[in-house]
Structures are given as structure tokens and as C-alpha cells.
């Protein structure tokens, strides 16, 4: 804050008058182009004629003396071939490479974003993997004759977007364009306003932030909403870059939360069918007597394994004391539906035969339904199918509900249904 409150002298009142008149100049061209399609024209001739104008009341009225900066000389001609000037053997080679991947890194990750976003807004799809090796090879060619670091940057692709552009053909004018005006026009460009190009920016950008969007995502998701705000204060005050650094930064947190802390749920039956559901999420689904349901609805990896032992051990106690205060049917079942359990590793196999233990300790019966068939192989070669018995394994909860009642009422030793031994046998 200090330093920019010690740069304050600097700012100057003609800069700021003459790139608010062309920024006023730029959005009306594009409202009129807007409400009358046929005066398209009229947008995408902005850019150009707000340089002209620029340049020329710079020229008549030498603003460039009173404040006003301009581009300046500009040298003539292009680039000189620099494949020569390769050298792989000088002692900055390692920096150099590890510059090169982190820059390659982050103009990867900002080229694809800023095609994403504009691709929202026409409604197309692009593949990310093209992406890459386009900027690559235009980074290969283009060090080969002393270019700049070739990117997709959101200000160029914005004022690209707002002059109407919708093929590549368009950056194949483009680069004439450039050429010729770095052979023969550049002396033309002396008395151009830095402001005018600013604004040229600021009016392409201004027409790709979407308000109901956000609303939108207040609404929907609040966590979308703070990524989203916060990459948009990371681009408006720092760069493209730190915006979209804290994007991926929260979005991967969200993921690491996500897997580390996995819900768990706990299921009831809707009355007069065989459906189980959250009775969080539905007040009319009822406990069943002696039997716990619990959902775990992730993957069991190692970075959650800990918290679902927890978690489980957790709802069986607060299941036993609910049971103890109200007199009914002691707790003698925990069914564990691992429908969405896509996978498991080592981590989860154990935390599966710690719980199995403690259910053990407790006098407790342990029951898995619809555990996947990757989960399967992996309980089988661990060999906790034959800990826990394949007659206490079910296709649905409904069945291994049905099932546990049957014990309850008879007391009998358990004789699996047809459908579940022959799916266990099969296994």
C-alpha cells in the first residue's frame, strides 16, 4: 500500500479523461452493434479507429508533453533467426530448463483456461491435448527466430472475441497484419496513447464478465462462488496467472477435503417399499429395529480411512445409546452399503478388518452390500471376504436387511438366499 500511495504523483488527470472518453467511445459501438445486428461493422471497426483517432489528437495536440504516454519509436523490421545462438552447453542450461518447464507450465495452464472460457460463451468444445501441441510447436518454431513466449493471454484473446472473430482464420490475418505493420507501419504507431490500448482491453473484458452467473453459483454452491470470486480478485489485482493459481489451488483443496472427510450416511426404510435412503434427506425413512445401515458414499483411500473408522465406530455408539434410552431392540447389526465405493486401497482393506474387529468385540454382526467388483477382488486377495464370510455379502440393502430380520425373528443359523450364494459363489 505504501508504494502505491508513493506513486500517486504520477497519476495524471489527461490519461485518465482520454481513456475514459474512448472506453465510453468503445462500449457504445458495441450496444449499437448489439441492438442493430446489421451495424456489426460498427464494433468491430472500434478497436482500429479508437488508435486512429488516439494517435492523431495526440499528434495535433502534443498531449505526449503533458502527461500522456505514448508508444514511442518503434524499430522497423522482424525478428532475426536466433537457431544459431542455441547453446546447450552453457552453464545456465539447468536454469534454463527449469525456467522453461515452470513457464511451460503455467502458459499450458493458461491458454487452456482462457480457451475454456471463451468456448463457454460460443457454445463449442476444445481438446485440450491439441492445445498443448499447438503451443508447443509455436514455441519450438518461434524460438528459432527470436519470438516471444507464445500463449493463449486473456487480454488478446478478448479484444480477438470482441472484433467478432469466430474461425483461425482470423489469426492467420492477423499475423499478416503484424508483419506488415513491423516492416513498414511501425512509425505510424509513435504518437499512439498507452490508454487507448487499455481501453481496447478493458471494454473486450468488460463484455465477458457475467454477473448471473455468479448470482447463479451464490445460489447453487457456495464454494463455486468463493473459487470464482476468488480467482477473479487474484486476475483484477495481481495477474492471469495468480488468479488462476488460487482457482486450481481452492479447487484441489476442495477435492483433498472431499476425499479426506467422505460423507457417511445413515440409511432407513421408506415405508411400504424395499428402498433405502439418507433419513436425513427423507424424515418419512424409518430405523430398523436392531439393524444400523450405514452408506459410505467415496472411495476408501488412506487419506480417508482413518476418519471413516472413526466415523463408523462413532455411529455405532451413538446408534447403542439411542437404542439403550428408548428400550427397544438392542443393536446386533451393521450393514455398510458400498455402492459407492469405487475403489479401495491397502488402507481401507485394513480399516474394513479393524472395524470387522471391533464389531467382533461388541457382539456385532458385520454385513457388506453392493460392494463393487474392483472392491471384491482386492477383499478377496486380502482375504477379508473369508473374515467376514461370503453369506453376510449382498447384492442390495434390502436384501441383506431382509436377511438380518430373519435371523433376528428366528435365531437360526443363517441360510443365504439363492441369489446371494449363487452371486458369492460366483465371485
Known amino acids: 500500500m505504501r508504494s502505491v500511495f508513493s506513486q500517486t504523483h504520477k497519476w495524471r488527470w489527461e490519461s485518465a479523461v482520454l481513456g475514459c472518453c474512448f472506453l465510453l467511445y468503445l462500449l457504445l459501438a458495441r450496444y449499437f452493434s448489439q441492438r442493430r445486428p446489421k451495424l456489426f461493422w460498427i464494433s468491430a471497426m472500434a478497436p ?3 488508435v486512429i483517432l488516439g494517435s492523431l489528437l495526440v499528434y495535433l495536440t502534443h498531449a505526449e508533453k503533458h502527461g500522456v504516454e505514448v508508444i514511442g519509436q518503434l524499430k522497423n523490421g522482424l525478428n532475426p533467426p536466433s537457431i544459431m545462438d542455441l547453446a546447450f552447453g552453457s ?28 468456448a463457454m460463451f460460443k457454445n463449442y468444445h476444445i481438446d485440450g491435448n491439441k492445445e498443448m501441441i499447438a503451443i508447443g510447436m509455436m514455441n ?42 513491423l516492416l ?30 455468479a448470482i447463479h453459483l451464490w445460489h447453487v454452491e457456495k464454494f463455486d462462488f468463493l473459487v470464482c470470486m476468488a480467482a477473479y480478485i487474484g486476475v483484477v489485482f495481481g495477474s492471469v496467472v495468480i488468479g488462476l493459481v ?39 425413512a ?33 446408534e447403542e445409546d439411542k437404542l439403550k434410552a428408548s ?14 465405493v469405487g475403489n479401495i486401497d491397502t488402507s481401507g482393506i485394513s480399516m474394513l ?27 478377496n486377495k486380502a482375504n477379508l471376504i473369508e473374515a467376514i464370510g461370503q453369506e453376510w455379502m449382498y447384492l442390495t440393502v434390502g436384501e441383506a436387511v431382509r436377511s438380518c430380520n430373519y435371523m433376528l425373528h428366528t435365531c437360526k443359523p443363517k441360510n443365504p438366499t439363492n441369489e446371494s450364494e449363487s452371486w458369492s459363489n460366483n465371485v
Open 140 to 181: 519450438i518454431v518461434g524460438s528459432c527466430s527470436s519470438c516471444y513466449l507464445t500463449t493463449g493471454p486473456f487480454s488478446r484473446s478478448a479484444v480477438n472475441f470482441n472484433a467478432g472473430c469466430k474461425t483461425a482464420v482470423s489469426n492467420i490475418v492477423m499475423a499478416l497484419t503484424v508483419m506488415i505493420t
Open 246 to 284: 488460487i482457482a486450481v489451488a481452492l479447487s484441489l483443496l476442495r477435492i483433498i477435503l472431499f476425499i479426506a472427510r467422505p460423507r457417511t450416511l445413515v440409511l432407513g426404510n421408506i415405508p411400504d417399499s424395499m428402498i433405502y435412503r439418507s433419513v436425513d434427506q427423507y424424515p418419512i
Open 48 to 50: 482500429l479507429t479508437s
Open 353 to 379: 478388518a479393524e472395524v470387522k474387529k471391533t464389531t467382533d468385540r461388541r457382539e456385532l454382526k458385520l454385513v457388506l452390500a453392493n460392494p463393487g467388483g474392483e472392491v471384491m477382488k482386492k477383499l
Open 184 to 213: 513498414f507501419l511501425t512509425p505510424l504507431f509513435h504518437y499512439t496513447p498507452l490508454v487507448v490500448l487499455s481501453s481496447i482491453i478493458i471494454a473486450a473484458m468488460l463484455g465477458l464478465i457475467n454477473y448471473t452467473e
Open 286 to 318: 424409518n430405523n430398523v429395529p436392531g439393524i444400523l445401515i450405514l452408506q459410505i458414499d467415496a472411495p476408501i483411500y488412506f487419506a480417508n480411512s482413518s476418519y471413516l473408522r472413526e466415523r463408523i465406530s462413532r455411529w455405532i455408539d451413538e
Open 91 to 118: 552453464p545456465y542450461l539447468a536454469t534454463a530448463i527449469k525456467t522453461g518447464i515452470v513457464t511451460a507450465v503455467l502458459a499450458l495452464a493458461e491458454g487452456i483456461a482462457v480457451g475454456r472460457s471463451f
Open 327 to 340: 428400550g427397544e431392540t438392542n443393536l446386533q447389526y451393521v450393514i455398510l452399503d458400498m455402492g459407492a
